[in-house]
């Protein structure tokens, strides 16, 4: 079956404007992980939805950051008022239940200029 | 804090070598363990991953892991490489510390193939 889609592949922006990242998790899936991984580096862990709800966003690295997956399905990565820092790939994965394996999406690349 | 250290950032190995890639973790209790494959372009792929039970651990495409508690390490290693291994290996544990659904990978090691 389809695997973790992500969309856009690659989206390009300018410092300060608002971004959207969408994760399409495999049917049926109920946990939903979003990563980021910076260039060189392995991912990092940013937030983890078991349904609708953020089950733990001890990840997101300050205020500008927020996730939602309000039908407990698609979720969407929001970044407010991007810094060239935030430049990175964003990968989604998701799992059947908690603490089963996780698939991996291929990822955003984001790049703020 | 729960760490991983794969000590080796880039290794070239001949097609038909024997493979070792190092893995090692810090971490208050047994974690899960797991290696993913990333290649270019590509998602992140899980070769294998160990919870429990018999410490040496079978994946796909011909890898395998071994856990030893006594050194903190979970190595993967292939008998034989192919030339469509190459790619970058990750390194990712979780577990009671920081929650068994958040994976806490190692920086990578980026695997060459010369033919």
């Known amino acids: 079956g389809a695997g973790v889609s992500q969309t856009p592949s690659n989206k390009v922006t300018e410092k300060g404007k608002y971004v959207e990242l969408r994760c399409d998790p495999i049917?049926?899936?109920?946990?939903l992980y979003w990563y980021r991984q910076s260039l060189g580096q392995g991912p990092e862990f940013l937030i983890y939805f078991q349904g609708t709800g953020a089950a733990d966003d001890s990840g997101l690295p300050n205020d500008r950051f927020f996730a939602v997956r309000p039908e407990g399905s698609v979720s969407t990565l929001k970044i407010q008022r991007t810094e060239r820092g935030d430049s990175a790939v964003y990968l989604c994965?998701?799992?059947?239940?908690?603490?089963?394996?996780?698939?991996f999406g291929p990822g955003t690349r984001l790049l703020v200029l | 804090a729960q760490s991983v250290t794969q000590p080796d950032i880039h290794i070239t190995v001949s097609e038909g070598a024997s493979l070792e890639l190092r893995c090692n973790y810090s971490?208050?209790?047994?974690?899960?363990l797991f290696w993913y494959v990333q290649s270019p372009g590509q998602g992140l792929q899980l070769l294998l991953k160990?919870?429990?039970?018999?410490?040496l651990v079978q994946g796909i495409k011909g890898f395998e892991a071994e856990f030893k508690r006594s050194q903190s390490s979970f190595n993967l290693r292939k008998p034989s490489v192919h030339w469509s291994d190459a790619a970058e290996y990750f390194c990712a544990v979780a577990g009671p510390s920081g929650g068994y659904n958040k994976l806490i990978f190692g920086a990578g090691t980026r695997l060459a193939v010369h033919p």
């Open positions: 994965a998701s799992s059947l239940a908690p603490q089963e394996t996780q698939y």
């Open positions: 971490y208050g209790a047994t974690p899960y």
């Open positions: 049917s049926g899936h109920t946990a």
């Open positions: 160990y919870f429990s039970g018999d410490t």
